[in-house]
C-alpha cells in the first residue's frame, strides 16, 4: 500500500468551514453548513451550497496488478452532472463521475488495496463492497471531505457483486448515484467459457426526485435505467439512463453466444431481467459458477443480486434487453442487442420496447 496515506476509523461527522462557494458571498459557519448537509440528506431537493455549482470531472479508475494475487483499486467520490433522461441533468454524487460507478474487475482470491480519495467538499463518504469479506465498522468507514483513506480485504467469492457508499443515510447515498458493480472472476473459470463470444455488463438502477430522501424512502421511481459498463479498454461505457442503450445498441453477430454480467443495484426494485427472443442457455445466479441453472426465460434479481447469463442469437434483428416488470421498463429499462451478419452496425433502425 501507498506510504503517507491516512487510515480513516468511524468517527462523528465533523463539517468544517467550506468556503468559495459562491462569489463574493460571506463564509457561513461550520454550523450552517453542517445543518445544510443534514438538510440534504433528510428531505431537501435542492442542492447544498457547496454542491449548487459543482461539476467535477470524472476522474478515471486505477486498478494496478502488484502481485499474483494482489490489486490495488483507486476510486474518488465526486459531484458530477448527469444526463438522466434526454434534457434532463442530475446532480449525481457518484464514484468517479459516473452513475452507476466503473465496473471493478478482480479475481477471486485476490487481496484488494483499496484507496478511496473523496472530493467532495461537503460530506464523507465511504465504500462497501458486497464481494469481500470485511469488518465494516472499520473497512467501511467514513472518508471525510478532502481526505484518502485505505482499505485492505480478500475477495474470495467468484460472481458479480454490487459495490455502494455505506456512509448513513445510505439510501441518500445509493439514490444519489453511488452504486456500481464489482466482478470477481473464478479461479477456475465458468464451464462455457469456451463458447462465448460477447460479454457485456448490464447494471439497472432507479433515480427518483432529486436528493429526496422522503421520495426516496416511500416514493417510486420517476426513472428506471439500464447502463453498460467497460470490461476492457474500447468497451461501450455509458451511465445510468433513458437512452443511450437504445440510441447506439450494444452489437453481436448471428450465432454469437452473449455473456452479460448483470446487476441491480436499486436501492429499492426487484429486476425481472429478460432478453426477448431467446431464452437462457445458462444463468449463474450471483455469478458464482456453482449456482448454475439451464434453459431460464427471466432471471429474478433483488435489489443487489446479480447473475451471469448466456445466451445464443440465431437470427439478425433486434433483441430488446429489459426488465419484464414492464412499468419500469416504460420508466427506461430498456437496451437494444443489435445482432447482424457481421457483427456490425449496419446502420438500420433497431426496434425497442
Excluded at 443534514?38 to 478515471?60: F, V, Y
Excluded at 436499486?266 to 432478453?275: A, I, L, Q, T, Y
Excluded at 449463474?284 to 435489489?303: C, E, H, S, W
Aim: aromatic share 8%; hydrophobic share 35%.
Amino acid at each position: 500500500m501507498k506510504k503517507g496515506v491516512k487510515y480513516l476509523f468511524t468517527f462523528a461527522i465533523g463539517i468544517g468551514l467550506i468556503t468559495g462557494c459562491s462569489q463574493g458571498a460571506a463564509p457561513e459557519s461550520p454550523l450552517e453548513i453542517e445543518e445544510k448537509v443534514l438538510a440534504a440528506e433528510t428531505n431537501q431537493s435542492e442542492a447544498i451550497a457547496p454542491h449548487k455549482d459543482l461539476n467535477q470531472e470524472p476522474i478515471p479508475l486505477k486498478i494496478e496488478r502488484v502481485g499474483e494475487n494482489e490489486v490495488n483499486v483507486e476510486m474518488t467520490s465526486q459531484i458530477t452532472d448527469i444526463e438522466i433522461d434526454k434534457g434532463k441533468f442530475y446532480k449525481a454524487w457518484t464514484f468517479n463521475g459516473e452513475a452507476p460507478g466503473p465496473v471493478v474487475v478482480v479475481n477471486e482470491g485476490d487481496t484488494i488495496n483499496f484507496t478511496l480519495k473523496n472530493m467532495d467538499p461537503a460530506i464523507p463518504h465511504s465504500m462497501d463492497f458486497h464481494a469481500v469479506h470485511a469488518a465494516p465498522s472499520k473497512d467501511f468507514s467514513n472518508v471525510q471531505p478532502n481526505e484518502t483513506g485505505t482499505f485492505s480485504y480478500p475477495a474470495n467469492k467468484p460472481g458479480v457483486f454490487m459495490y455502494h457508499c455505506g456512509t448513513s443515510p445510505v439510501l441518500s447515498h445509493i439514490a444519489n448515484g453511488m452504486h456500481g458493480t464489482i466482478i470477481v472472476k473464478p479461479k477456475d473459470g465458468y464451464p462455457t467459457d469456451k463458447e462465448i463470444d460477447r460479454e457485456y455488463t448490464i447494471i439497472q438502477n432507479e433515480w427518483y426526485k432529486y436528493n429526496d430522501l422522503e421520495d426516496f424512502t416511500n416514493g417510486v421511481p420517476s426513472h428506471v435505467v439500464f447502463s453498460t459498463k467497460a470490461l476492457k479498454e474500447g468497451d461501450p461505457n455509458t451511465n445510468g439512463d433513458t437512452f443511450t442503450l437504445k440510441d447506439k445498441p450494444l452489437l453481436a453477430k448471428v450465432g454469437d453466444k452473449v455473456r452479460l454480467y448483470v446487476n441491480n443495484v436499486g436501492p429499492n426494485e426487484v429486476s425481472s431481467f429478460h432478453v426477448v427472443g431467446t431464452v437462457f442457455d445458462d444463468v449463474y445466479i450471483d455469478g458464482n459458477p456453482f449456482n448454475r441453472y439451464k434453459g431460464l426465460q427471466t432471471v429474478m434479481l433483488p435489489a443487489s443480486g446479480g447473475a451471469v447469463v448466456e445466451f445464443t442469437v440465431t437470427k439478425a434483428g433486434s433483441y430488446p434487453i429489459v426488465t419484464h416488470q414492464f412499468n419500469h421498463a416504460q420508466k427506461g429499462a430498456v437496451a437494444t442487442l443489435k445482432v447482424t451478419e457481421t457483427g456490425e452496425d449496419d446502420g438500420k433502425a433497431t426496434m425497442s420496447h
